[in-house]
Structure formats: structure tokens, C-alpha cells
């Protein structure tokens, strides 16, 4: 796996420092746009330098199913270390289900298990074929080998869609759902659709909007304490009988049973969310498992096995379990790099360590040699973020310009962790100063690395302080009744900055639409004086 040497970059006399910025988008330069506002003027002197370019970093270009898919810090750092795009979110279940990968992992198995006897499996999540959150085809599967696997009771808690899809088309998959259970109900199993209603009343809500969604969805899979319908057919008919314009997402929440819930979760049971998007699962998901939890009364907490279709959250862990692994990336750049002899280093804060580590290396733990890589993690603060929003850039700046001046070390990566892990919090004022903060370590990095004769390459993994008020369709910041400006605590669409700092050689960076962070390893690999594999999305660098 050895790089040949290129033929047209020479390596640097200093090293190749790359920095990731996470969550540091570019986005409008508006009143919630924590980065524009932010005092940056070593970012602003670097971009006016040149060369500056914006790529993407969500949606296709890192693996997900759609553009409509928010990028995120596993996914971005998995892009940057391997060089190629592969498969994320509904890609990956369909490949993990066509393999057989899902039902012979542990989570599946102890979920199955864990319910064999008298208790329930039950599945929630959005009942349809619209494959940005979620896919019907992947239910029927699952509900299938549940029944192969000797699994007596299933329920299906089923969120109506009519938004990703057609806006009153959900009879289509209830009867759909309906068709395929009936030949299951035999030999002493029990396979029933429990619970639903609209995706925009119940139980998905996402950036902590509506916790009150997410309360009725409680009340309705859990506590069984909504209307009660014969079937799930009969909700809906009924439901739109007494509002002729009501469309699917709308539509109130039900139960299912014959005067009582046939199939609400309780102790003993497994539960699976089967969407793999994550946006709209994670509070659902808090609101299993976690022990301390004041976002509504859930009343005694059913002892459950809980587990999603994904990680929905690869910072905070959300869910613990999961069914479908992160991607088996092989051949990432540390690989070759470590066969070619090249000495890297590494460092993040505990925040983001993983995820120049671990992510970086293809979802591989450990090194490739331990003789050329060295790893450094910072110990973050215990402190809530919004109150220490410059973290540890200080101390990571400190470690890497050591790094830099050792000498031993051609490749060093670095990730501030600021923008993201504050942007979070929905905080303007602190995500403002998070950003000011980078910005001056990124001011002590150029100085470093111009005396080492060395390139800086500046980037993120995705955006999110770089919007921290919720946005209508219009683009225009949403208000509460009051006039408070609504905080958006999540990822964002936006593209991403890329700053080349090259004193000695006048590289430049091609502007490509189709660019993203994958393209970032070969430019990187090319800075290196390497020849990046043929395989690899190309590089970015041309001769000035």
C-alpha cells in the first residue's frame, strides 16, 4: 500500500497540518449567523490570502441518502480519512439487510431474545416509502425475521407520513402493513399495529421545538392514554371524517384495541425505532433511556431493551444500541500513509478524539503503526459548554505548534471542537465567542507552520454555528409568541470553508460543484508529495 512520490506537488520541508473546525459552515450573514458575526480576522486574512473554496459536506456528497440529510461529525471526519464516498442512512440498512449484517448482529439478537418468552417487539417509526427517514421495506424485513426467529408478539407503532410522501396516502401503507401481518398471526403470535398518528403531532420532533409531540407520542406507544380505534384504518377514516382537510402529518395520535390498547410497551418489552435519519429520533430515544429526564411526566419508566435503526447522535451516543453499524471503510489515507512510512499525529479534545482517531481511520480502533502515529487527547472540561465556550482550542493550539516545532511529524490533524459542541446549545452569544476562539489559535497556527515551512489546510465537518435561530421556508428566522427568536441547536445544510495557507509553492484550489470533503484527502495526500490512489475522489490542488 506503499504512495508513490507525486509528480506534481514536492512535499513541503515542514509538515501538512490539517485542522477541522467543527461545525464552522458558511452560511448567510444574518442575525443567527454565530460565524459571520464572530471577530475572526486570521480566518478573514487567510481567505483574502487565498486560495479560499466552499464544498459540501451533507447530503450525496458524504454517503447520505438526499441533500436534504444534514452532514454530521462522524460522518464528516469518516469522509476526510477515507477519500470516497460511502454509503450512510438508508444506503446502509438496505446493504446491511441485503447481507444479512443487521439480523446477525448482537443488538438484533439480545432485542430478540430479550422478548422471547410472553413479552412484546415492538417497532416505531414513520410508516412509509418516502426513504428520507425511513422505509417500509425495511419494517416488513424486520417484522419477517422477527417472526422467524420465534418472536410471539410484535407491535407497530406507525407515524403517518403524508409529507415526505403523498399528503393523504396513508391508508395505502396501513393496508399495505395490514396485508403483510395478517399470515403472520398464526400459531399463537400476535402481529398488530398498536399505536400511530401524524408524523407532525406525535412523537418526532426534532431541535427540542415541541417536546410536546414528543410527550403525546409517550402517551400513545407507552401509556396507551389517546383515543382508542378498533383499527388503524378506522382512526384514519374517522379522524378525516371530522376534518374533510386534515392531511396525514396532522392527523391526532390513537391507539388500537377493542375498548383497551392491544399492545402498549411495558416492562420486559424490546423496542426498536426503525427510522435511520436521525434528526427526528433522538428525543424519542432520550426519553427511553435516560434515567433522569424533565422534558414531560412519563410516569413510571417501562424497563425496556431500546435500540435504533442508527446512532442518531454520534457525540451524545443516542441510542446506546443500535442495529446497523457505522460503514467498513477500507484503504483510509492514515493506512497508506503508515505503509509509505509517513509519521502522523493526531489530537482533539475528549469531545472530538474519536472522531480524528477512530472515525478518521475508517471506523478502526488503534493505529496502523504504532511506531509513526502518535495520538494526543486533551481532557475537555466537565463544565456545561455555552460557559467555557473556548474549551480546549488553547491547549490543543499548544500541544500541535510543539508537534510542529519536534520536527518528526509530516502529517498532523487537529480538531477544534468549539463550533459544534457550543453551537448545540443554541447559544448566540457563547457560539460567537466559540468561533473567536478558533480563530485566534488559528492565528498562532499560521505563524507555526509558516516557520516550519509547512502548508495549513483550514476546514469543518459540517455546519451549525453558523445558524443558531430556526429558519421558515422563506428563509426568515422564526419567533415564539413572545418575539423570542426560536434557537436551532443542530446541524445545518450549509457548505463548508476550505483555507489553503502555502507561503513556499502558490498552490491554488479549483472551484468543483460536485466538491466535498471527500475530495480533501487526495489534495491532502498530494501536499504530502504523495500520489494519492486512482480510486480516490480527486484532489483539488492545481499550479498557480
Not at 426534532?206 to 407507552?222: F, I, L, N, P
Not at 516557520?451 to 430556526?470: F, I, P, Q, R, S
Request: glycine content about 10%; overall charge negative; proline content about 5%.
Amino acid at each position: 500500500m506503499k504512495l508513490e512520490k507525486s509528480s506534481r506537488f514536492p512535499q513541503p520541508e515542514g509538515p501538512v497540518v490539517f485542522v477541522v473546525m467543527d461545525g464552522v459552515g458558511v452560511g448567510p450573514d444574518d442575525e443567527g449567523n454565530a460565524v459571520s458575526q464572530a471577530h475572526t480576522p486570521n480566518l478573514d486574512r487567510l481567505k483574502a490570502r487565498g486560495p479560499y473554496i466552499t464544498i459540501r459536506a451533507h447530503g450525496t456528497a458524504v454517503g447520505l441518502p438526499s441533500n436534504d440529510d444534514m452532514g454530521n461529525s462522524e460522518v464528516g471526519h469518516n469522509a476526510l480519512g477515507a477519500g470516497r464516498v460511502f454509503a450512510q442512512g438508508a444506503k446502509l440498512v438496505n446493504q446491511a439487510m441485503e447481507s444479512g449484517a443487521i439480523f446477525d448482529g448482537q443488538t438484533w439478537k439480545e432485542a430478540v431474545a430479550h422478548c422471547r418468552d410472553n413479552a412484546a417487539l415492538h417497532f416505531v417509526g414513520l410508516l412509509s416509502d418516502g426513504n428520507v427517514h425511513s422505509h417500509i421495506n425495511h419494517l416488513e424485513r424486520m417484522i419477517g425475521q422477527a417472526s422467524t426467529d420465534g418472536v410471539k408478539k410484535v407491535f407497530i407503532h406507525a407515524l403517518l407520513d403524508g409529507r415526505d410522501v403523498g399528503e393523504r396516502s396513508a391508508l395505502e401503507y396501513i393496508d399495505r402493513l395490514e396485508a403483510f401481518l395478517e399470515p403472520l398471526n398464526k400459531d399463537g403470535k400476535t402481529y398488530r399495529i398498536a399505536s400511530g398518528g401524524g408524523r407532525m403531532k406525535v412523537t418526532m420532533d426534532r431541535y427540542e421545538a415541541d417536546w410536546s409531540m414528543v410527550e403525546r407520542g409517550w402517551k400513545t406507544h407507552v401509556l396507551g392514554e389517546v383515543e382508542c380505534f378498533l383499527s388503524a384504518r378506522d382512526a384514519i377514516e374517522a379522524f378525516r371524517t371530522r376534518d374533510e382537510g386534515i392531511t396525514d402529518q396532522y392527523l391526532p395520535p390513537f391507539v388500537v384495541g377493542d375498548n383497551k390498547p392491544v399492545g402498549c410497551i411495558s416492562d420486559g418489552d424490546s423496542v426498536l425505532f426503525f427510522n435511520f435519519r436521525g434528526d427526528r429520533a433522538i428525543e424519542i430515544s432520550q426519553a427511553f433511556e435516560y434515567d433522569e429526564f424533565d422534558k414531560f411526566d412519563r410516569g413510571p419508566k417501562p424497563k425496556v431493551y431500546y435500540a435504533g435503526m442508527m446512532e442518531y447522535d454520534g457525540d451524545a451516543h443516542i441510542p446506546e444500541k443500535y442495529l446497523v453499524n457505522p460503514p467498513s471503510i477500507d484503504r483510509p489515507m492514515s493506512q497508506y500513509l503508515a505503509s509509505s512510512g509517513v509519521h502522523q499525529w493526531a489530537c482533539s479534545e475528549t469531545q472530538k478524539f474519536g472522531h480524528v482517531t477512530y472515525f478518521w481511520n475508517g471506523n478502526k480502533s488503534g493505529k496502523f503503526d504504532e511506531n509513526l502515529e502518535t495520538y494526543v487527547e486533551i481532557p475537555s472540561d466537565l463544565l456545561p459548554f455555552e460557559e467555557r465556550p473556548w474549551m480546549k482550542a488553547a491547549e490543543i493550539t499548544d500541544a500541535t505548534i510543539q508537534a510542529i516545532e519536534d520536527g518528526r511529524y509530516s502529517f498532523i490533524r487537529i480538531n477544534y471542537a468549539n463550533g459544534d459542541m457550543v453551537g448545540h446549545t443554541g447559544i448566540l452569544d457563547s457560539a460567537r465567542l466559540a468561533v473567536e476562539a478558533v480563530d485566534v489559535c488559528i492565528g498562532r497556527l499560521v505563524k507555526a507552520v509558516e516557520k516550519a515551512k509547512g502548508v495549513l489546510l483550514v476546514t469543518a465537518d459540517h455546519g451549525n454555528a453558523d445558524e443558531m435561530y430556526m429558519k421558515d421556508k422563506k428563509g426568515l428566522i422564526k419567533e415564539d409568541s413572545s418575539g423570542r427568536r426560536q434557537p436551532k441547536t443542530s446541524h445545518t445544510l450549509q457548505p463548508v470553508p476550505v483555507y489553503l495557507f502555502d507561503p513556499v509553492h502558490g498552490l491554488q484550489l479549483e472551484v468543483r460543484g460536485d466538491a466535498g470533503l471527500t475530495h480533501l484527502t487526495a489534495t491532502t495526500l498530494e501536499l504530502l508529495g504523495l500520489e494519492p490512489p486512482e480510486d480516490y475522489d480527486p484532489s483539488l490542488l492545481k499550479l498557480s
